[in-house]
């Protein structure tokens, strides 16, 4: 028998969230538990709290400097001088005085303030919760003796979940992302597939273990543990391969066309112009989506109206003439957004989300449509609704963007009109899309195929059901022969038009223009150029 | 006793939020005198070198700030908060 310990390959399954291949080594990241500490002299124990205290502000700070994001900093900042405040764990070093657990002492101590931002009126003192108890489990993680890992590079990342300002902070290069929770539309799901870092969903983590070696298959939605050396050798050359398809598709630039010379519009989706720094408009024919809900997600306080206008009038700069689609805020259903969404919705997917959001909430969609119409005046600026059903909810949207506009005409402040066009992901939307008198439509495959397919996209076990099938295709070729007929744009903005095998069975339906993550661009542009024709 | 007090309207479009409250508890903090934060004139008052107290106010927009200040820099310290908060927290000198 051979001698040299033998490890059996390993493989776990899981689901797909970004694709391609990564290898390195295993990192798993350990999540804050309340695990029983031994409890010893009240000596100890006050000395246990202020060691764990001191070393997350030190964690905190050396965080700091790394960021370069400035709600990231503020976040930070707030969080250092919690920490740095004595009042704060004031209570927690009473109730040691009076023998409790350092650890039991630090939760007593600072739920009742996460209590007290839950419950704040203000939504903007309502989203400063999760500071709160993201800094209770760093203090928590280091009385338990949990190092806080800092996320290495290069790695093959196990976690919990993982949230966007860690993903946007850690140097991924040739590694990848596992996690138990999240789904195929988190932001950092997004984020990753934007970037081009492979990563999968749905893991059980609990049996892996730090410093093996590891292949993330993105593709096909697995972890393998110890690869054996063919396996890696194989791994290794697809690795090779999506090196140079990754170089040779940020060289291409210029229109592209399919192999008969007919044109297709290729365009990109994005979340914010961080991932407009390393692109050239050149490469493709401007932003086909651009996903507002996570500048709410992620800064401090719902965006002002001065924040977004920036925002999107740097992107129109950006663009350069070329259309920027800029959808209006899209949360709810997996996208919650503290102080906005509704916490108790039911079946949030069924819920008040997108426009239906939007038109409950007019405090905070007015000041978006305000930004927009003064934005319009800058570039080539497009306007889109999400989650529409029914012409009525279109109509009220164009009515209150005209009120925008003359609002801010009457206050003698430059504002224009853009073309308004609709997303069209609710079949009720796909199938009389005659009767919405939208400038333009883009259809967001995903939510068409889990409410065409009655299939959560988040669950693991139907994954061969959250798939196109005939009906879904068939909605497609619906939608843009009525946009063909009457001389309006259709485009597809879901993750459908980003996968390369889809590409010829979408251009099959007539589809003439795509929008995609950045990542994707390269094979989609490939598989149109390979492109000659509805077989017979 | 040297105490001196003063007021400034603030009118930060999210209030005395998190961001403002680390620029304003870390300037009080630079300040030897004892330094007080109250939405009226009458107090109640929280200590403002403590994040934790003046998040705890919940100042909103076009609140009046009031504080009051004992100790040998009481009137610096009330002037460069004063400007900071009329300054809508901007950065500066």
Request: net charge negative.
């Amino acid at each position: 028998m051979d001698h040299r310990t033998f490890r059996a390959v390993h493989r776990v399954e899981g689901k797909s969230a970004a694709p391609g291949v990564a290898i390195g080594l295993l990192v798993r990241l350990v999540a804050a538990k309340a695990v029983a500490r031994r409890s010893r002299s009240k000596a100890d124990e006050q000395q246990a709290l202020v060691g764990a205290i001191e070393a997350s502000r030190l964690d905190l700070t050396v965080l700091a400097g790394k960021v370069n994001d400035e709600d990231a900093e503020a976040i930070l900042a707030f969080q250092i001088a919690l920490l740095e405040d004595e009042n704060l764990a004031a209570p927690a070093f009473a109730r040691i005085a009076g023998g409790e657990a350092a650890n039991r002492a630090w939760l007593a101590a600072i739920d009742p303030e996460i209590t007290t931002y839950d419950q704040a009126d203000d939504p903007y003192f309502r989203a400063r919760a999760s500071d709160l108890r993201d800094l209770r489990d760093r203090v928590l993680r280091r009385l338990t003796g949990e190092v806080d890992q800092v996320v290495p590079s290069g790695a093959i990342v196990a976690a919990e979940d993982m949230p966007p300002s860690v993903f946007l902070a850690t140097d991924w290069r040739e590694g990848g992302l596992v996690l138990r929770r999240g789904s195929p539309s988190s932001h950092v799901a997004i984020l990753a597939r934007s970037r081009g870092v492979p990563m999968i969903i749905g893991v059980d983590i609990d049996h892996l273990k730090s410093g093996v070696d590891a292949v993330l298959d993105g593709d096909a939605g697995a972890l393998i543990v110890d690869p054996d050396p063919a396996l890696r050798a194989d791994y290794d050359r697809r690795l090779a391969e999506q090196a140079a398809a990754r170089e040779a598709a940020s060289a291409f630039s210029g229109p592209v066309s399919t192999a008969s010379g007919e044109p297709v519009q290729l365009m990109i989706n994005v979340t914010g112009l961080a991932e407009l720094k390393a692109m050239d408009p050149s490469q493709v024919d401007g932003i086909g989506l651009m996903r507002t809900e996570f500048l709410f997600q992620e800064s401090e306080a719902l965006p002002t109206e001065e924040e977004q206008y920036q925002i999107y009038r740097q992107m129109a700069e950006w663009a350069a003439g070329k259309p920027v689609t800029i959808r209006t805020l899209d949360a709810g259903g997996d996208k919650p957004i503290a102080g906005l969404t509704e916490a108790g919705d039911l079946n949030p997917f069924l819920g008040v989300r997108g426009v239906r959001l939007s038109l409950k909430r007019l405090d905070v969609f007015r000041v978006q449509l305000r930004a927009l119409a003064r934005a319009a005046v800058t570039g080539n600026l497009k306007v889109m609704i999400p989650m529409v059903t029914v012409p009525e909810e279109f109509d009220r949207c164009r009515e209150l963007f005209r009120g925008a506009v003359g609002e801010l005409h009457d206050q003698g402040v430059e504002a224009a009109m853009p073309p308004i066009g609709m997303m069209v992901e609710v079949p009720a939307a796909a199938i009389a899309v005659e009767d919405f008198d939208a400038d333009f439509y883009s259809i967001g495959s995903n939510d068409l195929i889990q409410y065409v397919m009655a299939t959560s996209r988040d669950e693991p076990q139907l994954a061969d059901l959250a798939r196109p099938s005939r009906a879904v295709f068939h909605l497609i070729a619906h939608v843009v022969d009525y946009a063909k007929r009457c001389g309006r744009e259709a485009s597809l903005c879901g993750d459908l038009a980003g996968d390369p095998q889809q590409v010829a069975l979408l251009l099959d339906q007539g589809l003439r223009s795509f929008s995609v993550a950045p990542g994707a661009l390269g094979p989609v542009r490939a598989a149109i150029s390979r492109y000659s024709g509805k077989a017979p | 006793m040297n105490r001196l007090k003063a007021s400034v309207l603030m009118r930060h479009e999210v209030g005395l939020h998190a961001r403002p409250s680390v620029k304003l508890t870390k300037l009080a903090k630079a300040f030897e005198s004892k330094i007080d934060l109250g939405l009226s004139p009458d107090g109640p008052w929280v200590d403002a070198k403590s994040i934790v107290k003046v998040m705890a106010t919940k100042a909103p927009k076009d609140s009046t700030i009031y504080f009051r200040a004992e100790g040998k820099d009481a009137k610096a310290a009330l002037d460069a908060l004063v400007m900071l908060v009329d300054g809508d927290f901007h950065d500066g000198p």
